[in-house]
Each structure stands twice: as C-alpha cells, then as structure tokens.
C-alpha cells in the first residue's frame, strides 16, 4: 500500500536532510531570504505599483497595484492582474520564471531554491526591477 513506507523513499528523503543540515540550506535560505525581501522593498519605493512585499525564507510574494486608484477603506490600492500578468511575461523574457497567486492573479510568486546564492540574489532583483519598468510601459505606456 501506499502507507507502508518506501525504503528508497525514506533513504532518499534522509540524504536530502542530512544535505540541509551539512550545506547550511535553512540558514541559507534565511539570509538570501531577507537580502531578497528587502532589496524588494526599496523596489516598491521606486516602482509604486509593488503594493506589498511579503514572505518567508526563499518563499516572497510581491503584490502588484493599481497606485493611480484610490485606497480603499483599510488603506490598500487596488489589484492589477493586467500589470501582474505584463510583470510575469517580462520576467520571463528576462530568463526570470515567477508565478502568479493571489485573487486574480496579482500576488508575484517569488519561489528561490534553497541553493541560491548571494550573487544570483542580486541577479534576480535586477532583473526583476528591468521587468517592472518594461511591464509598466508595455501597460501603461509610463
């Protein structure tokens, strides 16, 4: 059955924690982690349209806004899914691959893997922030 245990599985599954423990991945992903959530956040302050900078570890969702709008009562702009999706396409013409989440699809996902390093953080928020500008103009000719 399904539940009785996999030997390979399970010896499998003991190589890759012994890897995350030797490699340092967890304390890895922390730190690119942050580096990465916060580069973000000096991207938002540049680009108005990155409503909301937010995650975990590698893990980062960036919520993409309409800031031309007005606030709604709790204070938040609303969603873009048009810009979301033009961000997500220039990024990926940039060789950046992101998924969308969130209602409507306005949450950019940012899923680093655990090996990433810090030099390749760097490439990733360059590229990012080339794809916001291209987005913007491909959508709102700005």
Known sequence: GTFRG???????????????KEQNLAQNAQERGEFLQAELKKLA???PC?????????????EIVDERQ??????AY??????AAA??????????????GGRGGTVIRLLCPLIITQEECVEVIARFKKAIAEALVAVRGA
């Open 6 to 20: 996999n030997q390979l599985a399970m010896g499998t599954g003991l190589v890759v924690l012994k890897t995350i």
């Open 45 to 47: 302050v540049e680009f």
């Open 50 to 62: 990155i409503g909301n900078v937010r995650g975990r570890g590698l893990m980062i969702g960036i």
């Open 70 to 75: 007005e606030k709604d009562r709790l204070g």
């Open 78 to 83: 609303p969603a873009d899914s048009q810009l």
């Open 87 to 100: 961000v997500q396409a220039a990024c990926f013409d940039n060789k950046l691959l992101l998924e969308k």
